[in-house]
């Protein structure tokens, strides 16, 4: 018998200091009409803890959804390019403080498209029967990489995380088809160039972000077109098939193309890109946890979900959901606010790459 892997747990953890387009005005060149017209993004959350903590508590709020104990995992995928250190990974912080001994761990960076790359392989791995109770996580702290002088990219990030718990299952249920892929060629049109300000000899405060938006726009276009085809075509369903649609939340302007490409009306289309920016590899299972606590996704539903991201990588994938669509256990598990806003946190970051910019020209 064919195996599934059911969506049975999902949770997030938003940080709770909030920054404003109009905090951003302060000390940028910008406004809220300028960033709310060419992105849709009205504000979004600034962590004052690292990426593991965040991680940490969405896990923990989608093992209550699912009603598991952390010891019951046998694997956990962390999506995320901002982890606390390079060595050792996200996923082993994870385990740890969720008191889990056993379950195999590691970090995946496929950038925005983590989280889809990580359900992609964690079916796998279910369907082989290979894991049964897989965790997946996309976590970030973009805000902490950031080149803050830079208005063009500072606008459209923010922080967040959010999880999943994939069982296996017999119900046809969970990532029915999905199509992933990498468009190399273009892989420096969104890049941090980490390399040249991190070295052996010290760190001068400045992390290039090259964000070239047009391309990125016409191959995130292109790219998603075709992984959406890809498993439109392997399921044998079509538009008139899909109940919702939950993408990754880069642009405003994106989620309104790909919506009209599947012919997927507004008031099913999931949208949350103006409470919380970009979050990258958080994006989609964030919108996915609060598509459930809203009502949009409902049991039995048909959702798809398209994602690109640095690399460049891309993917879609058909999505059924189960017949739960309420948590097990409470999963309202928050951050505590440690007092500072998100002025408090980013101002410094901003200063300190101003004055490295203008140290850096005077040499």
Not at 43 to 48: D, L, M, P
Not at 118 to 139: E, P
Not at 217 to 244: P, Q, Y
Request: proline share 3%; hydrophobic share 40%; glycine share 8%.
């Amino acid at each position: 018998m064919k195996k599934y892997a059911e969506i049975t747990g999902w949770g997030k953890c938003l940080p709770p200091a909030v920054m404003t387009n109009d905090d951003l005005a302060t000390f940028l060149e910008t406004s809220d009409e300028w960033i709310r017209t060419r992105t849709g993004i009205e504000e979004r959350r600034v962590s004052a803890v690292g990426t593991s903590k965040m991680a940490t508590v969405a896990a923990r709020n989608a093992l209550a959804a699912a009603g598991l104990d952390a010891e019951e995992l046998d694997l956990i995928i962390v999506g995320t390019c901002t982890p606390d250190e390079i060595i050792p990974n996200v996923a082993s912080a994870v385990q740890r403080d969720l008191g889990n001994k056993t379950a195999a761990a590691f970090d995946l960076n496929a950038a925005c498209s983590s989280f889809l790359y990580g359900m992609h392989y964690a079916t796998q791995a279910i369907r082989t029967g290979a894991h049964k109770k897989v965790l997946i996580i996309g976590a970030e702290r973009l805000t902490r990489i950031l080149d803050w002088t830079k208005r063009e990219s500072a606008v459209l990030f923010g922080d967040g995380a959010g999880a999943m718990i994939l069982e296996a299952s017999d119900v046809e249920s969970g990532l029915l088809a999905s199509h992933v892929t990498c468009d190399a060629d273009a892989r420096d049109v969104l890049a941090l160039e980490f390399g040249m300000s991190f070295n052996r000899f010290g760190f001068d405060g400045i992390m290039p972000f090259n964000f070239v938006g047009q391309e990125i726009f016409k191959r995130a276009v292109k790219g998603m077109n075709t992984a959406v085809e890809k498993v439109f075509e392997e399921t044998g369903l079509t538009t008139d098939d899909i109940d919702s649609l939950i993408p990754h939340q880069a642009n405003k302007r994106l989620i309104d193309y790909l919506a009209k490409m599947c012919k997927v009306p507004e008031e099913k289309t999931v949208i949350n890109i103006q409470k919380y920016g970009n979050t990258s590899s958080a994006t989609l299972p964030i919108a996915f946890c609060e598509a459930v606590e809203q009502g949009i996704v409902k049991p039995g539903d048909t959702i798809v979900s398209a994602v690109f991201g640095g690399g460049l990588t891309c993917g879609a994938g058909i999505i059924k959901w189960g017949q739960r669509v309420t948590p097990i256990r409470d999963n309202n598990e928050t951050l505590p606010s440690n007092g500072q806003t998100a002025l408090d946190l980013i101002l410094p970051l901003y200063e300190g790459t101003k004055a490295a910019w203008e140290k850096r020209g005077h040499e």
